[in-house]
């Protein structure tokens, strides 16, 4: 059977996949396991349970909210807020525990369900992995004062903000920018973060009503802001995914600015304030060669993990790096958070344009992003990517046609039934030739 969890949760299509009666099941299971290791230490377990506003979000965080009550853990309900701030949020309160209802950029008729432990930290594999053994066990039920109490977190809101603001080397007074919200969480968190920074606010994709989330909007449809970006004419824009754990940008003249180049322009300010830890930056194996080309121009070195920014974190921990994150636009920074936090890079990179006075576009221009083609391949055989002979061949032969000026990527999806194909090439007619041969032997072979 596979695996419930995936690289960022349980997620599916809600209320066939993440039901009511799982969304429980898993809450009981993780309050079991969580206190059998010594999570709790003795005391009264606290969770705090937060959504990213999709609909499905109402009956999914009752739920959860009903199973950790059931197993004793009293809840601090925090209702809609980015998945970064019930991280924070999970610290900042001394909670032992903390679930976000959230399928990030996923369409509206999907959830999932992100548990955090203590501080903030997604939880190990092993430990999904027992959590996802106990499910439905028999068990022995708490009466009376055991049962957990649940309360609303009223305070969330401005106790995020303020940690963000906390944060901010400089004022954004002077600048212009546009806020698309994805008509998600971050739908106003994100506003009020800017204008107490000093921004200039124009906002769009903030009218969230549960059914349009991602709709057209975020980080996975710039277009609008984009359009927005020029026609206020406005310095820069920022993107946030459905739940704000991401950030994509455009500057001044509408062009996209990518998780590897805010990270490139992040680096460079972090080394300059003496902030990046060994000179180093971790990233994915998706990162743009560009990226790792400019930055070794820079002399920082960049560490690459598997794809998801749970792995970024891990390496980052490990090695007491403080900058790392994902091209698609998670950004990690470990001193001030334990998750990709869409809100606070849009206001550090806004921070940086108006500290040196140069615009995104020039900051950005700091690394030339290789023509990179991703070509996503359903309904295959995932699982068999990594050792089928025939897939493993062409790829060589792929990547020795590339060799010394692109690469080429083969992975299973981690939230999704299906291998994405990713190709890099100084040449973009090459990359896409060479993708679209991929692709073509990965249905051929691995076809169900």
Known sequence: MARLFGTDGVRGLANKDITAELALDLSVAAAHVLGEIGAFRGHRPVAVVGTDGRASGEFLSAAVIAGLASAGVDVLDAGVLPTPAIAFLTA???????????????????????????????????????????MGE??????????????????????????????????????????????????????????QAGATVIVIGADPDGLNINDGYGSTHLEKLAAAVIEVGADLGVAHDGDADRCLAVDATGRVVDGDQIMSVLALAMREQGRLADDTLVATVMSNLGMIQAMAREGITVRQTGVGDRYVLEDMKAGGYSLGGEQSGHVIFLEHGT???????????ASRVAQTGRTLADLAAVMTRLPQVLVNVPDVDKAAVDSHPGVQADVASASAELEGTGRVLLRKSGTEPLVRVMVEAADEAQAHAVAERLAASVRTHLSR
């Not at 055991?146 to 303020?162: I, K, N, P, Q, T």
Request: glycine content about 12%; hydrophobic content about 40%; proline content about 5%.
């Open 138 to 195: 028999r068990w022995s039920r708490p009466t009376g004062a055991g049962v957990g109490r649940v309360r609303r977190l009223e305070a969330g809101h401005d106790r995020y903000v303020a940690h963000l603001l906390s944060i901010l080397p400089h004022r954004l007074d002077g600048l212009s920018v546009v806020i698309d919200a994805a008509h998600g969480a971050a739908s106003r968190v994100s506003p009020d973060a800017f204008r």
């Open 339 to 349: 998750t990709g936090d869409g809100v606070l890079t849009g206001l550090m990179l």
């Open 92 to 134: 900042d309160t001394g909670a032992d525990l903390a679930v976000m209802l959230s399928a990030s950029h996923n369409p509206m008729p999907d959830n999932g369900i992100k548990f955090f432990a203590r501080g903030g930290h997604k939880l190990p594999d092993d430990v999904e992995d027992s959590i996802e053994e106990r």
